[in-house]
């Protein structure tokens, strides 16, 4: 066996594994007839009023394989456009709170950085490599309260 084949089949266990573990049983596959060639690049062509997607731009489930070759032992919350555009909400309140020294701006931008810290942690692969993440924004949001409450 050629060693692209082992690895190939080493991933395909590990797929299956995760798959197994997180008790997510995939859809059963439909057998389809081949497509003519014409309809064959037909379907290969995009829409010519649409834009092609991007592959990287999937929710990601149980099973899948990052660009690393890193197996997604749980699924993804958040779809990754709608986590971009949060994050750079998050951004956008971060810095404001940040540049101005306001006090219950700054207890805004804590917990807006602690929303930032769970998108991040959304797009980890396990939990083990979430865990930093939610905590680090357990602790901001424990932050933000501390600084709204001394203002209240």
Request: hydrophobic share 45%; no cysteine.
């Amino acid at each position: 066996m050629a060693r692209k084949d082992r690895e190939r089949a080493r991933r395909r266990h590990a797929i299956q594994r995760a798959r197994r573990e997180a008790g997510v049983e995939p859809a059963p596959k439909v057998e389809r007839p081949a497509p003519k060639t014409a309809a064959r690049t037909a379907a290969r062509r995009p829409a010519a009023g649409g834009r092609p997607q991007s592959p990287l731009l999937k929710k990601a489930e149980v099973g899948d394989v990052d660009r690393k070759g890193r197996v997604y032992e749980r699924p993804m919350l958040l779809h990754p456009k709608i986590a971009l555009y949060i994050y750079f909400a998050v951004l956008g309140v971060g810095l404001v709170s940040l540049l101005r020294r306001d006090p219950s701006l700054q207890a805004v931008g804590y917990g807006a950085f602690a929303l930032g810290m769970l998108v991040i942690a959304d797009s980890k692969t396990t939990w083990m490599r979430a865990l930093p993440f939610i905590v680090l924004a357990a602790a901001l949001g424990a932050g933000a309260v501390a600084l709204a409450v001394s203002l209240g």
